[in-house]
């Protein structure tokens, strides 16, 4: 019927196809143009049996024909859309892609097939909503503004880097005799102390410091412990953006992966790396509240000065906004030049749109609390959830630092009210175990679980700082043990680390594995899977921070060796771009496919390591250009005075 349609499109004007469609058809079939043309759209592929129904079409041969071909002295484009056409019979639907001339609208393209096919029990497409034709770029409001973010922070780093070059190797001071002498100080000057921040020459060498002067009393366990939860974070994005939504147009052997994962177990490690950012909030609670008492103990007591105060909030905001808001400016006006493909699901126009509508968002830090059909950027969700935990942490901090008790209950207590939360909404929406995933198993195995299939687990569960303080009250509590016993001191018998250890990483397995009986239609009743959707998160949380404090005062061993080398700390520097700019490169090169991705085991092994070095090689640049100049500013704006000499050293009980 598809193929009918290919033949006498060129031919025969149909009922609501607009003349302008038509007549720019029919003077395609009057050149050999016309057979690119309908060789250009889907065609029936192989694997149909593993639900391959995404018949996309060549979109790089479409985009061609509109480059070569000219009519009637005027030059007509065409364009590959996407028709969803509706099989009752099979319950199911297949996406067609169709080269076309863009004066076909969506009313065009459904009056064509629904005229040719004849069996409208068979083949159906319901309404216009059901022809994807990709949007024509614009430059809306948002490109100049990015274009002139970005174009003034381009005219700062060429200023800057060669400011950088040209003080360094003609006016700095060689020797004594020229210290003296009026350049020597050029670089004290308010004008150089706003321009070499941004300097390339000195901001790339400082990514790879591995000795930075620091003080003794140093967490460096943390450093390992981020980087490999940020690949873990990039691996499992490689593994779910291509059945995101399950999107025909994006994997074409979707049952051969659910069956691959239900049949080994270990695709649990990549099923559940959303607790990756369970080791995020972990850390960041514990650096929180360990680095800010100790720098209030090495400066005196200033925890009830405002000032002090004016400053933390400062201090994060600048460290944090300009990199998060060049990603907004970037997703609203330039991401959409990128590249248009017929992947629906990753057009840079719906990212665009979005980013358009509600950046404000994102630069307010409440984007959490918005669907994730309204989310610009939605994977920044972790920094408005980070951002609104640490707004309200002075008040803990306080109470840790002047009543530990008091301090440590208020804690627990919103840790365990957090956990009951998850709990007491998983039971009303009677949601699955912690994601949706399991929810999949369902289309190929008998019976239905037990769980609501329509709930928004990400929106409901998963996004929203009020569900997410678990894990970061336990590392707000692990901070204040660290500064109120120093790292080394505390003295742990072997037989009781030892079995701390067996323990934490079976828990953590046993957190890992447990959804996987579902994959084979033994779900997991609907009360452990409250219990599991309440608590698992902080469990897990518990866990990682035993191996720290094991590390920390020095009974980690080999752990501890591996999770503190030298190696981890450039690649720290560059954990919070690689954050931010990760998903874009994924989209893109998802988006640029002529063809629906398969998935096999070893070829995903490659694609998750290809991502993570092609992602932090793009990340050390852009930290250079973003991150890096406005951490130097931060130091011109708000000095900082010299650290008193430490009198004590960590001990380290590995040696």
């Not at 366990?221 to 994006?250: E, K, Q």
């Not at 043990?481 to 250890?501: A, D, E, S």
């Not at 390591?609 to 930290?623: D, E, K, Q, S």
Request: net charge positive; charged share 15%; aromatic share 16%.
């Amino acid at each position: 019927m598809i193929n009918k349609l290919k033949l006498e499109m060129g031919s025969i004007q149909y009922p609501d196809q607009s003349d302008e469609c038509f007549n720019d058809i029919q003077a395609f079939s009057q050149s050999t143009s016309y057979f690119q043309m309908i060789d250009a759209w889907g065609q029936l592929p192989t694997a149909l049996a593993m639900a391959n129904t995404g018949w996309q079409g060549s979109h790089s041969e479409c985009l061609l024909i509109s480059e070569q071909s000219s009519f009637n002295g005027s030059e007509i484009s065409t364009r590959l859309s996407i028709a969803t056409l509706n099989i009752p019979i099979l319950k199911t639907v297949i996406e067609v892609g169709v080269c076309l001339p863009t004066s076909c609208t969506p009313r065009d393209i459904r009056a064509m097939f629904n005229a040719t096919l004849t069996e409208k029990s068979l083949l159906t497409i319901e309404d216009d909503g059901y022809i994807f034709v990709p949007p024509k770029m614009e430059y809306h409001v948002s490109f100049w503004v990015a274009a002139i973010l970005f174009g003034l922070l381009g005219f700062l780093v060429i200023f800057g880097s060669v400011a950088d070059i040209v003080l360094m190797f003609f006016f700095d001071p060689k020797n004594e005799e020229e210290k003296n002498s009026k350049y020597a100080s050029l670089r004290k000057t308010l004008i150089c102390k706003i321009i070499l921040p941004f300097s390339l020459y000195t901001n790339v060498p400082k990514i790879f410091d591995v000795n930075p002067s620091r003080s003794a009393n140093t967490l460096d366990c943390l450093n390992g412990i981020r980087v490999l939860s940020m690949f873990w974070v990039i691996s499992g994005h490689t593994f779910v953006f291509p059945i995101l939504d399950y999107a025909p147009t994006n994997l074409g052997n979707f049952l051969y992966v659910i069956q691959y994962v239900s049949k080994h177990v270990y695709t649990c490690y990549i099923v559940n790396a959303t607790f990756s950012v369970d080791n995020f909030f972990l850390i960041s609670g514990i650096l929180l509240v360990y680095i800010l008492l100790e720098k209030n103990e090495k400066s005196g007591d200033r925890l009830y000065k405002p000032l002090f105060w004016a400053k933390f909030y400062f201090h994060r905001i600048f460290r944090l906004s300009p990199c998060f808001i060049a990603a907004t400016a970037f997703a609203a006006g330039l991401y959409q030049f990128t590249g248009q493909t017929n992947n629906a699901m990753f057009q840079p126009e719906g990212v665009a749109t979005n980013c358009q509508k509600y950046w404000w968002t994102n630069v307010l830090y409440i984007n959490d609390f918005f669907k994730t059909d309204k989310q610009c950027i939605g994977w920044t969700w972790y920094l408005a959830c980070d951002f609104q935990m640490f707004a309200i942490s002075p008040i803990f901090i306080i109470l840790l630092k002047r009543f530990p008790i008091l301090g440590i209950f208020s804690v627990s207590i919103l840790i365990q009210a957090s956990c009951i939360t998850r709990l007491v909404i998983s039971a009303v929406d009677k949601m699955a175990p912690d994601n949706n995933f399991v929810l999949l198993f369902s289309l190929i195995l008998p019976g239905h679980p037990p769980y609501n299939s329509h709930t928004n687990w990400g929106n409901n569960l998963y996004y929203m700082s009020p569900f997410r303080f678990g894990p970061y009250g336990v590392g707000m509590l692990l901070g204040w043990l660290f500064h109120r016993y120093k790292p080394g001191t505390i003295k742990i018998r072997v037989w009781i680390n030892v079995v701390m250890w067996f323990l934490s990483i079976g828990v953590m397995q046993l957190l890992l594995f447990a959804i996987h009986p579902g994959t084979k239609g033994h779900y997991m009743g609907l009360f452990l899977a409250c219990v599991y959707n309440g608590y698992a998160r902080t469990i897990w949380s518990c866990c990682i921070a035993w191996i720290i404090f094991s590390c920390v005062h020095g009974y980690g061993f080999i752990a501890n060796r591996f999770l503190a080398m030298k190696v981890w700390t450039p690649l720290t520097r560059l954990t919070y771009i690689a954050y931010l700019i990760h998903p874009f490169i994924l989209m893109i090169e998802l988006g640029s496919r002529d063809k629906a991705e398969y998935m096999l085991p070893f070829k995903l092994f490659i694609d998750m390591t290809g991502n993570i070095f092609f992602v932090y090689l793009i990340a050390i640049p852009t930290c250079a250009l973003l991150e890096s100049p406005f951490v130097q500013l931060e130091k011109v704006i708000l000095p900082q005075g010299k650290p008193k000499p430490q009198k004590e050293k960590s001990v380290n009980r590995e040696d």
